[in-house]
């Protein structure tokens, strides 16, 4: 088993964040340790330039993410982590992959849209093919398994139908260049909503940081974004059921269930009949006793540039190490002589 998976370095890290997929890396981690597999994470910078954005701060951001994975549980000694600047067969396999996928495959992917909006003359063309380079991401390691949201279900298959149609034609049946990757959709995958919007996913693109609550926050800010949360009048139900049409209170009992590894129906066992005033101060008290932890190591790694920047370069070497035969079969299955 080879797990690959990567995080645009822009913004801070928050719970969502943490929640939804690197808590899962690094149980990952561990598990496929466990079981003789490995693991890649890696920083996707290249990704992060297909939007318009300021040099000094992806920098910046790169380090800080680096400490915040490394905070989170991610150990650079157990699994490879690395920015994918560092690697430049990214890049490399991206271009090659242009040429099998298609124009009306890119024009169907949904973020696509989303991220362009109306004026898509006006985006730019790494926009456009970023889920090539999300292709060449895995393909170049010959990942089993990629771990997926919901929203990202549709380039893991689009990542698929590049393989194999470069298998079909450039490679023979007994020795396709490219293995297909499969989804995991951790169980325990969280999906947190925005603490302003319980319909709107906790995004480090809020303009309002009332909206989140971000990895470095200490506790007294913590408590204070919790007990600002959107809720309703209403008294917290004795079951899952009662939380139906009430998206802000079932984003908070979700986000304590899944920070105490119980089931809602728990929660709500344990606080039914009680109204938010109750609540929201043991939520707060439960964020501080989980994320102080790892707000410290953050705080006590994210300022040591050369250990972040060792950290990368390690990483990175054994990724090039790992990603040159694929991309040495993939120039000569294309006839490319270097």
């Known amino acids: 088993m080879r797990i690959v998976s990567g995080i645009q370095p822009t913004g801070q890290l928050h719970l969502g964040n943490y929640l939804g997929a690197i808590r899962n890396w690094v149980r990952m981690q561990d598990e496929a340790a466990a079981a003789g597999g490995e693991c890649l994470f890696f920083l996707a910078d290249l990704h992060a330039i297909s939007m318009p954005h300021v040099p000094a701060e992806l920098t910046a951001s790169t380090r800080a993410m680096t400490a915040a994975l490394v905070a989170c549980g991610i150990d650079p000694d157990c699994s490879t982590l690395f920015n994918q600047a560092r690697v430049p067969a990214h890049a490399e396999l991206q271009w090659l992959l242009n040429g099998t996928a298609r124009m009306g495959w890119l024009n169907r992917m949904t973020q696509w849209k ?81 603490l302003r919007d319980g319909s709107a996913k906790m995004s480090k693109s809020d303009p309002s940081d009332m909206s989140r609550i971000n990895l470095t926050d200490d506790a007294d800010t913590m408590m204070q974004k919790v007990k600002k949360a959107r809720t309703d009048p209403e008294v917290l139900p004795s079951e ?42 043991a939520l707060g008290e439960l ?52």
Do not use: W
């Not at 540039?305 to 991309?327: E, N």
């Open 240 to 281: 899952a059921a009662g939380l139906e049409g009430r998206a802000e209170a079932r984003n908070l009992v979700g986000i304590y269930a899944t920070l105490a590894d119980t089931s809602v129906d728990a929660v709500l066992g344990q606080f039914a009949g009680q109204g938010f005033g109750a609540f929201k101060p």
């Open 114 to 194: 989303d991220k362009a909006g109306k004026n898509r003359e006006s985006a730019s063309a790494a926009l456009f093919t970023y889920p090539v380079l999300q292709a060449a991401d895995v393909l170049l390691y010959q990942a089993t398994h990629v771990p997926v949201g919901e929203d990202q279900k549709q380039h893991l298959e689009l990542a698929r139908d590049i393989a194999q149609k470069f298998n079909n034609d450039f490679a023979s049946e007994d020795r396709p260049v490219f293995t297909l990757p499969e989804p995991i959709i951790p169980p325990g995958a969280a999906r947190i909503m925005s």
């Open 287 to 338: 964020l501080v006793e989980k994320l102080a932890p790892i707000t410290a190591r953050f705080v006590a790694l994210k300022d040591d540039q050369a250990a972040l920047d060792a950290i990368l370069d390690k990483g990175a070497a054994k990724a090039r190490a790992l990603a040159k035969p694929t991309l040495d079969t993939t120039y000569q299955a294309l006839g490319l002589c270097r």
